[in-house]
């Protein structure tokens, strides 16, 4: 691994596991010694969190580490020190001011710019190949910064650039600060919820008491964030203007309603909730599934699209899905949240949802991005097969190998799971697995039956989907298995295939140059 890195010009130090420092430090300073007394605090020993100075006493597992870090990284540094972790990394730390407050504003702005950093276009600099570590990140602190025509103007971004970037703006620094304040509220609601569902009577009672009988574990409730909002109409409303949240903001992430009376609502309240991450581990969302019947009151509701959730963009259980999709180089694709949950309880960890959607060419370029072999988890509803079949060609026109696997009749992946734990449900996706376009012949063969105009729609509907994959000897081989099945010649399925193709392409050049048209079309005034 080193050797991949800086051409290999490493160090290796060994550490001697035995060694035991002195337990008073000296230093000496034009003639005067100094003494401290060394630091024991053992940061794994739980009672070190049994006292903190908050609220909330349970600190969800991420926040235990980030405070971890934080202890660590300003274990020798003066008593006023400040750090600032996130997601178990130290992105901000102010020491050696003169005060606290100074410790807070220069850690506060060290973190600053860490946000800024992650935003697209900083992420995205055409850096010259071959630039040092050190100059990347000198340069990405300029460009950010104020005097950002030190590393753009002419003669100068040469040095650092393939190409030169458009500078930074205001406007652009304000929004991606925006973004990071979403994040922050959806994090700070995230817990809020958590701590609703397991440290008040009512959030024991009905939601804990709900995923109890759903038959999730302790430990993947916590894992999954699980939370509960109150049936009180605006508890998290007011928690969260207490803490100093801005009400549009609450209103902005659609964790609350505006109620036009100057205060506000809740928009989950007396629901479940599954919260949303993207593929960082962020929180962008969440979901919320009411307990209690009411009229007119849907079922599941969502978080509605704003900076930085877009459900189109989404696949729910993609951050803690990624190690396993990677490693087992396959992903399961089911419907809802209680399915990816209730699979990963039974020990399949690679699966994500669509949360109820069609799939969209960004989730297809999100699952491509892990792995190129997908299986897509369908219950025994046949008419509801048949309608989604056609959804599943935007797999083939991304080039992954898509699989199917069908499960019995009455059964979803939520329900067969629970009743299927471990070796017994891996044991049948193994042997109930099958080739998506083979599978799609059968179905549609089997419902032509004998009527030759039926089996001739059914037949183009198979050559639109072959038409679409990008391996050439991967659709002769279909053809072959098409022809076979519907007990036609393959030079006709050829020859329509070809045609098809044409069309294709035909379509997509046209869309490009529409494309290229309006490009070039000059700003209106």
């Known amino acids: 691994i080193l050797q991949a890195k800086r051409k290999g010009t490493y160090n290796i130090i060994k550490i001697d596991p035995a060694y035991r420092p002195a337990p008073i430090e000296h230093k000496q300073c034009f003639g005067i010694t100094f003494e401290q007394g060394r630091n024991e605090i053992d940061l794994t020993d739980d009672a070190l969190f049994a006292n903190i100075p908050t ?5 969800p597992e991420a926040a235990r580490r980030d405070l971890m870090i934080a202890l660590i990284t300003l274990k020798y540094t003066q ?15 102010g020491a050696g001011q003169q005060s606290r407050i100074h410790c807070t504003r220069l850690a506060g702005q060290k973190a600053d710019i860490w946000w800024l950093r992650q935003h697209p276009k900083v992420m995205n600099l055409p850096f010259i190949p071959g630039i040092r570590r050190a100059d990347r990140d000198n340069t990405i602190d300029i460009y950010i910064g104020p005097e950002h025509d030190d590393v753009l103007r002419d003669g100068a971004w040469q040095q650092f650039f393939t190409q030169r970037p458009e500078p930074l703006t205001d406007e652009e620094k304000a929004e991606q600060t925006a973004r990071d304040a979403m994040f922050m509220l959806n994090e700070w609601a995230c817990q809020f919820f958590e701590e609703q569902l397991h440290e008040t009577t009512e959030g024991q009672e009905v939601g804990l008491a709900y995923f109890n009988d759903r ?31 801005n009400r549009q903001l609450l209103f902005d992430t659609g964790l ?112 491509s991005s892990q792995t190129q072999d997908i299986t897509v988890m369908y219950d025994g509803d046949m008419a509801g097969i048949k309608a989604s079949l056609r959804g599943i060609d935007i797999l083939l026109e991304q080039g992954l190998n898509v699989k199917v696997c069908l499960l019995p009749d009455g059964e979803d992946p939520d329900s067969f799971a629970k009743a299927h ?64 099945i519907f007990d036609l010649p393959e030079t ?30 000059p700003a209106a005034e």
């Open 215 to 245: 038959g999730f574990s302790t430990a993947t409730i916590k894992k999954f964030r699980l939370g509960y909002s109150p049936e009180d109409r605006s508890a998290l409303y007011k928690a969260a203007t207490a803490q100093g949240f």
């Open 492 to 521: 006709t399925l050829n020859a329509e295939l070809k045609r098809k193709v044409w069309k294709q392409n035909l379509e997509g050049s046209r869309r490009q140059q529409a494309e290229n048209a309006r490009r070039q079309q």
């Open 421 to 484: 734990r471990d070796s017994e449900l891996q044991e049948y996706l193994t042997n109930n697995t099958t080739d998506f376009l083979l599978f799609k012949a059968r179905i549609l063969s089997q419902d032509a039956g004998n009527d030759p105009m039926l089996r001739a729609r059914m037949v183009s509907e198979m050559v639109d989907s072959i038409a679409k994959m990008k391996d050439y000897i991967a659709q002769t081989f279909y053809i072959k298995e098409c022809a076979r």
């Open 79 to 93: 008593s006023n020190s400040v750090c600032y972790v996130k997601d178990g990394q130290a992105i901000g730390i």
């Open 256 to 367: 609350c309603v505006d109620d036009n009376r100057g205060g506000g609502y809740d928009r989950y309240r007396g629901r479940v909730i599954f919260p949303i991450h993207n593929p960082l581990g962020k929180v962008i969302g969440f979901g919320g599934r009411v307990l209690q019947k009411k009229d007119k009151v849907a079922k599941y509701i969502n978080s509605p699209e704003n900076e930085i959730y877009h459900k189109k963009e989404t696949l729910y259980d993609i951050y803690l899905a990624k190690p396993k999709i990677r490693n087992l180089k396959n992903v399961y694709l089911v419907e809802g949240y209680t399915d990816v949950i209730s699979m990963f309880e039974s020990g399949v960890e690679n699966v994500v949802a669509s949360s109820g959607t069609a799939l969209t060419p960004e989730q297809v370029k999100l699952i």
């Open 55 to 59: 609220a909330c006493k349970d600190f």
